[in-house]
């Protein structure tokens, strides 16, 4: 037993080195994590997939592993500098791409910010990898992973019974309105708001109806939508 776990360190402490195996190790590493990322996000339909996620760490990587082996370089001529800088800029440049991934729909919807989150933990994670720093980078890929996996199911249950509730209703024509206003009326539902857009360009896109109100306790919110899809003239109904 203790061999083994002597020879497990001795490849810990191999792996901490700045070689040329170690710098192919980290980049490839780096690009494998950020992959299986991006696998995850890929099979949600997500804007960034599989390649962004992989090509943002392994820059994120390449850019720790440059500042360290210029600040190796330079400390051999006494020359301290600060390995943290070309990190920071990583950390400037990845926000503009995140941002790109977030998108405003048409029913007034954020979409994409968990996605840019993970571009932005991807690119961190990327820069420990090529910093060397093994266990954090280790911790980091099961967490982000389990963050967009096991949290996203129990998000979800934990909001899928709540007595807040927004939608977004699409009708045929404002005639339906005040039907939809009532059904929510008779299940003794407080309406908090009622927003209509696209009124004036009906014959092209059927009026939106964003409606914020509370239930008068828990209940599974699949029940209402069910309810309000019935109604006549409704196209569709969606929580947001």
């Known amino acids: 037993m203790d061999a083994i776990l002597t020879f497990l360190q001795e490849i810990a402490d191999y792996l901490h080195e700045v070689n040329s195996i170690t710098v192919m190790i980290r980049i490839l590493l780096a690009a494998i994590a950020g992959g299986l990322v991006g696998i995850e996000r890929e099979i949600h339909g997500r804007a960034a997939g599989l390649r962004t ?8 990587a390449l850019s720790a592993l440059i500042g360290v ?56 994670m990327g820069l420990a990898i090529g910093a060397g720093y093994y266990e954090c980078a280790i911790m980091a890929f099961i967490t982000i992973i389990s963050t967009n996996t096991i949290l996203n199911h129990l998000e979800r249950a934990l909001t899928s019974k709540t ?78």
């Open 53 to 60: 996620h992989m090509l943002v760490a392994l820059g994120a």
């Open 69 to 124: 082996c210029l600040s190796a370089e330079m400390a051999k001529m006494g020359v301290i500098s600060d390995v943290q800088r070309t990190g920071a800029q990583v950390m400037s440049g990845i926000g503009f791409l995140g941002a790109g991934t977030i998108i405003i729909t048409s029913r007034q919807r954020v979409k994409g910010l968990t996605t840019a989150a993970g571009l932005w933990a991807s690119a961190c």
């Open 163 to 240: 007595c807040n509730m927004n939608m977004n209703i699409i009708i045929t024509e404002t005639a339906c309105l005040p039907k939809v206003l009532e059904k929510i009326r008779e299940m003794k539902i407080k309406i908090y708001d009622v927003e209509v857009t696209n009124v004036r360009e009906v014959k092209e896109q059927s009026p939106n109806v964003a409606i914020e109100m509370r239930l008068p306790q828990r209940r599974p919110h699949i029940e209402i939508i069910t309810t309000l899809a019935a109604i006549d003239g409704v196209i569709s109904v969606e929580e947001t």
